[in-house]
């Protein structure tokens, strides 16, 4: 079955740190690629998606680029700010049935100190 | 993006009780409703995939007699924990998406259950 491994937690930086957060997967066919941000005492947000190999998700300065040969989807950004706090998720749909179901990861803490 | 209201967001509960979370897509019409339950330091788990007028798929393990979910209309899902004991609390999370294509799916805020 599909499944997503990230990388644990919790991650600790100050502030202007570059961060990545690893995430790999393993799917049949060819799954559609996401990272949901999720801030305290709220609900989960998109934060940036690819759908297809190659592709680079981008959004609020974080990137994340589909790389089918290693099956990652790591999710980087070059300035941290303290706002950035929140847990992140990488997910993948599978794309074998009509309703995409959304397969994630355990989630990274993140905590950005000023 | 579309905006998902889930309701309440937390609730506490005495055990042999039920309790309904409901979720709402508030400005599209959600033909497909999916719940989910995130356990601590934990991803989350995808409990059901419910499609409107239609009985919800339920994922393996996952009791359908004790998960209780109503999809009758496009902007309504409920989710009824039936006769509660603690092991059920959790945080539930449902999310909502419009089409059966590769679409966004819109996140509630969850619920957190405290059954005592």
Wanted: proline share 3%; aromatic share 10%.
């Amino acid at each position: 079955g599909n499944s997503v491994t990230q990388m644990e937690g919790p991650v600790t930086l100050s502030e202007e740190a570059f961060l990545t957060i690893n995430c790999t997967y393993t799917a049949t066919g060819y799954p559609s690629l996401f990272w949901y941000v999720q801030y305290p005492g709220e609900g989960l947000q998109l934060l940036l998606k690819a759908t297809k190999a190659d592709d680079k998700g981008s959004n609020k300065g974080f990137e994340a680029t589909y790389r089918k040969e290693t099956t990652s989807f790591h999710l980087e950004k070059g300035s941290v700010q303290v706002s950035d706090s929140a847990v992140y998720f990488c997910a993948l749909s599978d794309p074998g049935g009509s309703n995409y179901k959304l397969t994630f990861g355990k989630g990274t803490l993140l905590t950005v100190n000023p | 993006g579309a905006v998902v209201s889930q309701h309440p967001s937390r609730v506490i509960c005495k055990s042999g009780t039920s309790v309904k979370i409901e979720c709402r897509s508030l400005d599209f019409q959600a033909t497909t409703m999916f719940w989910y339950r995130q356990f601590p330091k934990k991803s989350l788990m995808l409990m059901a995939t419910s499609n409107e007028g239609s009985k919800a798929t339920y994922e393996q393990g996952v009791e359908k007699d004790k998960f209780l979910i109503n999809h009758a209309s496009l902007t309504l899902s409920t989710l009824t924990v039936t006769s509660a004991h603690p092991e059920d609390s959790s945080f539930y999370i449902c999310s909502a998406k419009a089409g059966t294509a590769n679409t966004e799916a819109f996140f509630g805020q969850g619920t957190r259950l405290t059954v005592v």
